[in-house]
């Protein structure tokens, strides 16, 4: 397959350079994109053939009209009101239940939907929870459209659906009935056999030994874990749950391992990994990160490495899950995957290639970081080279041994590991500074920073330049976090308005925060793990501008309840 490498007009990785700037002029109509993908081309023409020129802008005319393509498709459905729903397939790995809410993903009339329902009792919130075979119900409900962001930088909860299919939110009112289904849809066997696992590791497996389970070898974290989920965000290693190369390369190659004692050829093998990489994704929920590490596996078994194994993955995936530049997970999972493949770490020793890659990798991103969470913890670096090696040398392959042995043995003696590593996590975050909250830059400003970093890597032999560069960099981050200007700004916190105004010298009063009030009293099953309306909204927006510490803080409402999230940032 290597030969087809040599095929390309110019290098893959310059192809695959112009189709990511093709990929955001066209799916997010940036201005910016346009610009710099024009300026590209103009380059291409100057430094290359016309022949290598004609060749790359058909290959790239190719892309352009498939993203234009489902674009419009995209605005279409979007646009179109759906028919009234009777009956909705319940997609099982997609179940969530949080004390009486009930969501999932459903399909009806070949439209998925996100389908919320409230829980009128235990015994149905028990059935939902023990729910792990295909069925259809038979509800009353209505369609709403999924609320967009309300504040500069909030989550923008429609743009997010549109990446994974889904246009519209079912609202349930009443289940009238249930009933098995059969389906003959590949994707939809591994949406049942998923779940299937996760409900059997939750049934007979402790906490919190079974959340590290499902998640380290299934990508499925319940809403029991969102407390310590919180400390390893705050702790910046939320990412180690994030399945990627380290799973996909221990399973495929634990894979490889096994057909090959049982005595198949290497090429038998080679072509029986690829329904296992089905498998393994449609069991992992076919995570942008996991779909990425095994096309990248797959490839460098035909020789394919480094940078023209990057640049091939980034053009298969374009055409597999053409949403997958769309949320911060696929953005960051490729900008991971590209400072891998840019810099070689093998001529390293075992120990410094980890304290290296983890240095290299967290620095290198570092303004994507910022721009998708607006802070970065810089502990994250020396956490993430001691706990990999928990994770990934350790909990791996121990919880795959432990769940593979299950039917026969189930050793949940072992829980106790789990319960101190979870309180080595509280005492870390207890001591640990908080993250440093640099603000969000603008998309203008994110590409400058990149580009610096990317001319530091080029020039990192020359002192002077990397003394210039590096200050240079530093004084963007301080513009980003300081901006001179005075700022009066209304964010919808939900529960009206909270205003919040910075003078030009930093100086900030914020006027009130938001909150959630309970108006009746629950029972124990009904209760659900939430946060509150200043977490969804404000916090965010605050994160976004840089600001960390709150000088003046005014409430108008009585309730104290109200500014507990905010006092937390204040601090």
Not at 235 to 250: C, D, K, P, R, Y
Not at 263 to 281: D, I, N, R, W
Not at 375 to 387: D, H, M, N, R, Y
Request: with cysteine.
């Amino acid at each position: 397959m290597s030969q087809w490498i040599k095929r390309f007009p110019i290098k893959p990785i310059y192809i695959a350079f112009l189709l990511v700037w093709l990929y955001f002029a066209i799916y997010q109509s940036s201005w910016l994109a346009c610009l710099g993908f024009i300026f590209l081309v103009i380059r291409l023409f100057r430094f290359y053939s016309p022949k290598e020129c004609f060749m790359t802008f058909m290959i790239l005319s190719c892309f352009a009209g498939f993203f234009f393509v489902r674009r419009e498709m995209v605005e279409q459905k979007t646009k179109v009101e759906p028919s009234p729903v009777r009956q909705v397939a319940v997609l099982p790995d997609t179940i969530k239940v949080n004390g009486d809410s009930l969501s999932f993903r459903g399909k009806t009339n070949g439209q998925t939907y996100q389908v919320y329902y409230k829980l009128k009792s235990k015994e149905e919130q028990l059935a939902f929870q023990n729910l792990s075979s295909l069925v259809i119900l038979t509800v009353e409900g209505e369609f709403e459209i999924p609320e967009k962001k309300r504040n500069f930088a909030g989550f923008d909860y429609q743009s997010y659906l549109k990446t994974q299919g889904i246009y519209r939110i079912l609202k349930v009112d009443t289940i009238l009935s249930s009933q098995d289904r059969i389906s003959l849809h590949p994707f939809e066997w591994l949406s049942s056999w998923r779940r299937k696992v996760l409900v059997f590791i939750k049934k007979h497996f402790p906490n919190p030994m079974s959340n590290y389970m499902t998640g380290l070898l299934f990508g499925a974290l319940d809403t029991d874990f969102d407390e310590m989920n919180n400390l390893y965000s705050s702790l910046g290693i939320i990412h180690l749950f994030a399945l990627s190369g380290m799973q996909v390369g221990f399973f495929m190659e634990g894979f490889r391992k096994l057909l090959l004692r049982l005595g198949l050829t290497q090429e038998m093998v080679h072509k029986c990994q690829y329904p296992f990489s089905f498998f393994y994704a449609g069991m992992t929920g076919f995570s942008v990160s996991v779909v990425r590490s095994l096309v990248q596996k797959l490839l460098s078994q035909h020789g394919i490495t480094k940078l023209d194994n990057f640049a091939l993955t980034i053009m298969v995936l374009s055409l597999l899950m053409p949403s997958f530049l769309l949320t911060a997970g696929g953005v960051l999972s490729c900008a991971y995957a590209f400072v891998i493949s840019v810099i070689d770490f093998e001529s390293l020793t075992f120990w410094r290639k980890i304290v290296v890659e983890s240095s290299v990798i967290s620095l290198g991103v570092l303004p994507i970081l910022i721009f998708y969470f607006g802070e970065f913890q810089p502990w994250s670096i020396l956490l993430t080279f001691v706990f990999s090696l928990i994770f990934d040398t350790m909990m791996l392959p121990g919880l795959t041994l432990i769940f593979i042995s299950s039917p026969l043995i189930k050793l949940t003696q072992v829980n106790f590991l789990f319960e101190g590593l979870e309180n080595s996590i509280r005492w870390i975050a207890s001591v640990f500074s908080r993250p440093i909250v640099f603000g969000q830059p603008s998309p203008l400003l994110l590409i400058v920073m990149l580009l610096v970093l990317a001319i530091l890597y080029d020039i990192r032999k020359n002192k002077k330049w990397v003394i210039f560069l590096s200050l240079f960099l530093s004084l963007l981050f301080f513009i980003n976090k300081f901006p001179l200007q005075n700022e009066i700004t209304m964010v919808d916190v939900g529960q009206g308005d909270s205003i919040f105004l910075r003078d030009w010298k930093g100086r900030n009063v914020l006027i009130d925060v938001g909150g959630r009030e309970e108006i009746r009293t629950k029972e124990a099953w009904q209760k659900r793990a939430t946060s509150s309306n200043a977490e969804k909204t404000l916090i965010p927006y605050l994160k976004s501008r840089g600001v960390d510490t709150i000088d003046t803080l005014v409430l108008t409402n009585p309730n104290p309840d109200y500014a507990g999230d905010v006092l937390e940032v204040a601090k």
